[in-house]
């Protein structure tokens, strides 16, 4: 097979610099009629087919990008998305690229909004998001719009932000999937806690509300919203006092729904509320939600792919940058996998 011809090389065939070949493969205009022709005729002499390892080598173009997150620990949701963006520094390690880390307290509004002015601090080509905070985060993207700083969104859209590309799953059907597998462990007379999480402010993040919408307008279509209680279980030793007291004083509670990635720390409360005969319902395939699904003290996970998430955001903005266009995810959700004890086994570090 040939080999791809070179942007330096297609430059120095028609006589005009390795940026003038950039500007017209990228449609960026400010090439003179002359050198226009000049590169049209050697590309179509050469059969070039446009390649993105091709033009980042050849132009020894290098990118920052930065990635913000709620505060990574070994194994949680926020480290299994890095493990994405790691992968596709990897997978595209002949491209100059260098990434940038900040992260805040997903439960204080305020300790986001201090990172997000700390990242207009840093000189950076791109940014990759992970939104708890509508507020904030519209605030922040107005500011990177107005410098024409492309960035887009992991784990969840934000409303109000339309026209930037976000890789998430649906969280409404999220939702409506936890109700329904809630529902079908549950007889009549019987009720299904919605366990909130507590944050400062008694701001809620946007995955949140969108799961909960989801999970009401389920029992909303058989007039059956009466049968959910709702409890919020915030982050402290007293207040999880508290939660256990709930399911102690509600017997009539068989089946739970964890909003966020913390159903391990209900699965905790139940046992310490001697309550085994709760189904609990969790989200995302963390270090810690694994071990009780091993044991049995939550019953299902529903996963978003965090991996994929990071990885196709990096993939993303190379394509912005070097392309001038979008990838071909941007259109598309990741898909919501269903993981019970039975098919863990079955589940790898990466799923793609």
């Excluded at 990242?119 to 950076?124: D, K, P, R, S």
């Amino acid at each position: 097979m040939a080999k791809q011809i070179k942007i330096k090389e297609i430059a120095q065939l028609a006589g005009v610099s390795a940026g003038t070949v950039d500007r017209v493969l990228h449609n960026r205009g400010n090439v003179s009629p002359e050198k226009l022709e000049a590169v049209e005729k050697v590309l179509s002499q050469v059969g070039y087919k446009f390649n993105l390892h091709t033009s980042a080598v050849s132009l020894k173009r290098g990118y920052r990008f930065l990635f913000i997150t709620p505060q990574v620990q070994p194994g949680n949701y926020w480290d299994a998305q890095k493990d994405g963006v790691r992968q596709a520094m990897e997978e595209y390690s002949d491209i100059h690229i260098e990434i940038l880390s900040r992260e805040y307290d997903q439960f204080d509004h305020t300790s986001c909004e201090a990172c997000f002015n700390a990242a207009l601090g840093e000189e950076v080509d791109g940014v990759i998001i992970a939104p708890t905070f509508q507020t904030e985060t519209l605030s922040f993207c107005r500011e990177l719009s107005r410098r024409k700083i492309p960035f887009l969104f992991v784990d969840a859209s934000v409303e109000g932000a339309d026209n930037a590309i976000t890789f998430c799953t649906d969280q409404n059907a999220c939702g409506r999937i936890a109700a329904r597998l809630a529902d079908w462990h549950c007889r009549s007379g019987e009720k299904i806690a919605v366990v909130h999480s507590g944050r400062k402010n008694q701001q809620r993040s946007t995955n949140s509300i969108a799961r909960e919408q989801g999970i009401l307008s389920y029992f909303r279509e058989s007039g059956r919203e009466n049968i959910l209680l709702h409890t919020t279980l915030k982050q402290s030793s007293e207040v999880f006092a508290e939660t256990e007291e709930f399911f102690r004083q509600h017997g009539e509670v068989r089946s739970a729904i964890v909003l966020n990635s913390r159903g391990y720390q209900v699965a905790d409360v139940l046992r310490r509320a001697g309550r085994k005969d709760v189904c609990l319902i969790g989200f995302d395939l963390t270090a810690l939600n694994r071990r009780c699904l091993e044991e049995g003290s939550i019953a299902a996970l529903l996963c978003q792919r965090p991996q994929s998430q990071g990885f196709y955001a990096v993939k993303t903005l190379i394509g912005i940058l070097l392309y001038g266009k979008t990838d071909p995810y941007q259109t598309g959700l990741i898909p919501i996998d269903l993981v019970m004890k039975e098919n863990l086994p079955y589940y790898r570090e990466v799923i793609f």
